[in-house]
């Protein structure tokens, strides 16, 4: 965008070095509102006000505002400074892993936000259509190409490694090597992760390794994140910087998640060559073309994950050639160049329409 001619401003609710560097790399201008993750009626009215006054200096011509809590206060405070373009980018409904009460509140959370804003971008077709379902007004609602909020670099994850033919060799000496990547609770999955682990762990020609940090649901999660990641069959990796090499080491990807916006790891795993499994659900269902980039699975089919793992594992050409085809779509779909390219004419009409 500052590339197209935009002065570009990032407000965040907390910065760090990393955050620092990146505006710097971005030729974006940093400001922070100290913004407290749990709600808090005192700590929310400062992070509101810090907000306004943010915006109130800035006068924006076009907001785009992601994450529920700032997405809330930095959209109440541009529509009471009329700040023309004020753009929603959805990535996810929480609501979908709520119940009861917690679930009705997100689900008056996203009708606030959508009522704030001139616009709401999906971040998948999916998360588009479940919006609409809640009675989100279609006129306002849009998706960028296919979706995403920012598409893959094709430099940092590719195909096209040198090294990649010797890390993803099959054979009896090596095993097939089976990823997951990602937060490790519930929602993600750690109840399948646990019982596919079990199932492989007599298997020598199977891996899972496992990249993300553990953040258990409750005492009961914690306990079979533990036991997870001490499993005989799991290689556990709590953190990685650059999680290509994971993704250039795997064969497959195993996705179990009950909710997604759209997947960024099975895009980033399919611009590696990798196809994936998982649930057929809001987010994965964008980004993986059943039975030719991988194999989607009714949710909550736990035999079915397992048995399209092993259909995998035991036809290493039928896994290379879906992980080729995914390598395709990625590249078509969501490569970095033509996310920008899109969001760049998508902001252009926003302006115009508001501006007319």
């Known amino acids: ?195 596919i682990a079990r199932h492989f762990s007599s298997n020598p020609n199977v891996l899972l390794k496992i990249v993300g940090t553990p953040e258990a649901a409750d005492q009961e999660d914690q306990r079979r994140i533990e036991r997870l990641t001490t499993m005989a069959g799991v290689d556990y990796i709590p953190h990685v910087v650059d999680v290509e090499r994971a993704y250039g080491a795997a064969d497959l990807l195993v996705l179990p998640t009950r909710r997604e916006g759209l997947s960024t790891v099975v895009i980033e795993a399919g611009a590696c060559g990798v196809p994936t499994v998982a649930y057929a659900v809001t987010g994965t269902i964008d980004c993986i073309q059943d039975g030719v980039t991988g194999t989607l699975v009714p949710p909550g089919d736990l035999g079915g994950l397992i048995r399209a793992i092993e259909t995998f594992a035991d036809d290493p050409e039928r896994t290379k050639g879906a992980g080729r085809a995914a390598a395709r779509l990625v590249r078509a779909r969501f490569d970095q160049p033509v996310v920008w390219q899109l969001w760049a004419e998508f902001l252009a009409a926003r302006r115009e329409s508001w501006a007319t």
Do not use: W
Request: hydrophobic share 45%; proline share 3%; with cysteine.
């Open 1 to 195: 965008m500052a590339g197209q001619g935009y002065a570009v401003h990032l407000l965040c609710g907390s910065t760090s070095a990393e955050l620092e560097a990146l505006c710097h790399r971005e030729h974006a201008t940093l400001h922070v509102a100290e913004t407290a993750r749990e709600p808090s009626v005192r700590s929310d009215l400062r992070s509101f006000l810090g907000v306004l006054r943010s915006m109130r200096s800035l006068r924006p011509h076009v907001l785009v505002a992601g994450t529920p809590k700032m997405s809330l206060l930095s959209l109440v405070a541009a529509r009471m400074l009329r700040v023309p373009v004020r753009i929603y980018l959805c990535h996810g409904l929480r609501f979908e892993g709520a119940n009861g009460l917690a679930r009705r509140t997100l689900q008056l959370l996203e009708r606030v936000l959508i009522t704030c804003a001139t616009d709401v971008v999906a971040v998948s077709a999916t998360v588009r259509d479940a919006l609409i379902t809640m009675g989100a007004s279609t006129a306002r609602l849009h998706l960028v190409g296919h979706g995403s909020a920012n598409g893959v670099d094709h430099h940092r994850f590719t195909s096209e490694v040198p090294d990649k033919v010797a890390t993803r060799q099959f054979s009896d000496e090596t095993p097939f090597v089976l990823l997951f990547v990602g937060r490790l609770t519930r929602d993600k999955g750690t109840l399948e992760l646990e019982a």
